[in-house]
């Protein structure tokens, strides 16, 4: 299976690209915006293609998939602005499942935050917090997937992120307790994902926990 992955440059994507070679049904095919990127996945020997989520158009994407099997979505704004929050975790998104549409991939992994929906929205926004248009931006990403989509989507909701060493342990359910998980478990958790057709139409929350990432993923109930 290739895999095109969104965002390939991100920490969560380093790792799952430094994490494949234990998978070796998976190739993958990274997306870059810039040349000097291009080291660190020349070195891991994986294909890399050149585009902006923001300023590339659907067509470009949809010809980037034209030779692959899956798209990963592991793309953000960070703490580049609300704008580009818009532009990147929203509408990039969107373009991204429009051009997997386009191309005839079906297999799409979405990388969200940890919680959405409307009483997450709300609380974010009476409290002010400051990640509050980030979720809102991806909950309406996620819902757009899994309502204007009829691609095989599976919508991943990782703990708060740390660059702690990998666990390989995890708990993983449709609702789990907040709490941290290294970036490297969460790479493994979409490299599973991909290789376990059970998580098809599924969302999951994940964080650090007592389960093998590998089964947990297999044990995944609706």
């Known amino acids: 299976m290739k895999v095109l992955v969104v965002g390939a440059n991100g920490k969560v994507a380093k790792h799952l690209a430094k994490n494949l070679k234990d998978y070796p049904k998976l190739q ?16 891991l ?11 590339n158009s659907i067509e470009e994407f949809a010809a980037a998939m034209s030779d692959v099997d899956a798209v990963v979505f592991s793309a953000g704004a960070g703490v580049s602005g609300l704008d580009k929050t818009i532009m990147i975790d929203l509408d990039g998104a969107v373009k991204i499942m429009t051009a997997a549409e386009k191309a005839k991939v079906k297999r799409f992994v979405m990388v969200s935050t940890f919680r959405v929906g409307r009483e997450e929205i709300t609380r974010q926004i009476q409290e002010d917090s400051s990640l509050k248009i980030y979720t809102i931006a991806k909950n309406y990403a996620d819902e757009w997937l899994k309502t204007r989509t009829e691609l095989d989507w599976t919508i991943i909701h990782p703990g708060m992120l740390t660059d702690k060493e990998s666990t390989g342990k995890v708990a993983l359910a449709s609702h789990v307790e907040a709490g941290g998980i290294p970036r490297e478990d969460v790479a ?23 389960t093998t990432i590998d089964e947990a993923v297999k044990n995944l109930k609706d």
Do not use: Y
């Open 188 to 210: 493994k958790v979409i490299l599973e994902t991909l290789v376990n057709d059970v998580t098809i139409r599924k969302e999951f929350e994940v964080v650090s926990g007592v």
């Open 45 to 55: 020997e994986i294909e890399t293609i050149i585009l902006d989520i923001v300023n």
């Open 28 to 43: 993958e095919k990274a997306v870059i915006r810039k040349e000097e990127q291009q080291e660190f996945f020349n070195q």
